[in-house]
Each structure stands twice: as structure tokens, then as C-alpha cells.
């Protein structure tokens, strides 16, 4: 089993939805990151949170340490939010590294 | 600022052939990593450094070496390559570990070993 999972693995969506996206993880962290990998392969770095929540224009994480599980929101969702979402955490003793989850692949239609 | 660049972008060997990988960071950062991406499968890190002069062995070492001579660069480098080395290979940099810190990635350099 994974140390990192994602659900779910495909998303497709309507322009001007929310949705959501779920990372969970087996391992104590010391962080967690949120990515975003473009359909041209680029990777951004979208969050970097240890607790409670973050919001950058219309994407919102949000992170339960007790429950291991981090969401990735994004409200009023545009075709140009079609990207591979990657959730990764760096362990609690051992934070030189990340454990990457596969992704989460979202197309939004117009 | 370039951020982090990465040459080449593409790339195709016969098994056994050799080739050096290279990774430039105009950050001033510490931390540098070598990832690959394959379908189906996360990113999985090669090797980091956490520093000039530093290496250290991540999750798939076996196949590659790295050197880090100047804090700016980070090469990764093929002895003799196979076919399963056929993949992405993305560098990334921060300032501190990744417990306290963002990483930036490179373009992604695409490597096809026949």
C-alpha cells in the first residue's frame, strides 16, 4: 500500500464547479504540498501546510493531522484548471525528502 | 531570475551510451533533487544534496550518479544506459528541507533509451 493516496484518480468537471480532490497518508508528516503538474509537464508548487487551512485565489487546502487526510479545493472551476494534482508529504524525521502520491488528473469543460 | 533550468530537454541513447544530465539553480538554494516520472507511478527521487559538495542516495539510486561541485548545479549523470531509464527526469530546488519550505522544479528533460 501507498503511503500517499489520492482519490480520485480521473476528475472530470463542468466549467464553474467545485471540486474536490483528496490526499491521504499513512505516515507522521512534518508537511504536506499540494502540486500541479500542466498538461506541458511543468510542475508548480500550489501549498506547503502542516495544519489547518490555505487559500490562494480560487484553490483552498485544508489539512486534518489527527485524520491524515488533506483536501484540495478548487471553487469555480475553469478549463484552465485541467492539470495532473499531486499531493506529497515529508516525513516527521525524515524531512529532506517527499513521498509523492500518482495524482489526481482533472479536466474541466467548458 | 531563470529559477531552475535543466539541459537538455530531450533526449535519445542506445543502451549503454553515457550522458550527463544538467541542473542550474539561480536561487541561492541549498537543497537540490533529482526526481523521475514514469506512467502510473508518483515522482520518485534519483538522489539529492542538501549543499556544495553533498550527495545522498533517494528511493531509485541504482544506475545514476550525481555530482555537486558548484551550489548552483546538480548533474545527473548515466553510466550505461538501459531501457528502463527511459522516462522524465525533473530537477527541483529549495532553500531548506521540505518541512519548512517550497520546492521549484524544473521543465523536465525527456529521455528515450533504445
Known amino acids: 500500500k501507498n503511503e500517499v493516496e489520492q482519490s480520485p484518480q480521473n476528475l472530470t468537471a463542468q466549467e464553474g464547479e467545485f471540486i474536490t480532490i483528496n490526499c491521504s497518508y499513512s505516515?507522521?508528516?512534518?508537511?504536506l504540498h499540494w502540486l500541479q503538474q500542466h498538461p506541458g509537464g511543468g510542475i508548480v508548487s500550489l501549498f506547503m501546510l502542516s495544519s489547518g487551512k490555505k487559500k490562494h485565489g480560487r484553490l483552498i487546502a485544508t489539512i486534518n493531522i489527527q485524520e491524515k487526510h488533506s483536501s484540495l479545493h478548487i471553487t469555480a472551476s475553469h478549463p484552465r484548471d485541467s492539470a495532473v494534482y499531486i499531493c506529497a508529504v515529508s516525513r516527521l524525521y525524515n524531512t529532506d525528502k517527499l513521498i509523492f502520491g500518482t495524482g489526481t488528473r482533472l479536466q474541466v469543460f467548458p | 531570475n531563470a529559477g531552475v533550468t535543466q539541459t537538455p530537454k530531450f533526449r535519445v541513447l542506445k543502451t549503454g551510451q553515457s550522458m550527463t544530465l544538467l541542473c542550474a539553480q539561480d536561487?541561492?538554494?541549498?537543497?537540490m533533487y533529482w526526481y523521475r516520472q514514469d506512467p502510473g507511478m508518483g515522482l520518485r527521487l534519483i538522489h539529492y544534496?542538501?549543499?556544495?559538495?553533498?550527495?545522498a542516495k533517494g528511493e531509485v539510486p541504482d544506475g545514476y550518479n550525481v555530482s555537486r561541485l558548484k551550489k548552483q548545479n546538480f548533474l545527473l549523470g548515466l553510466e550505461s544506459a538501459a531501457p528502463s531509464q527511459t522516462s522524465v527526469y525533473f530537477c527541483a530546488s529549495s532553500y531548506w528541507g521540505l518541512a519548512g519550505d517550497t520546492q521549484y522544479f524544473g521543465p523536465g528533460t525527456r529521455l528515450t533509451v533504445l
Open positions: 544534496s542538501v549543499g556544495e559538495g553533498t550527495t
Open positions: 536561487m541561492n538554494h541549498e537543497y
Open positions: 505516515v507522521g508528516i512534518s508537511a
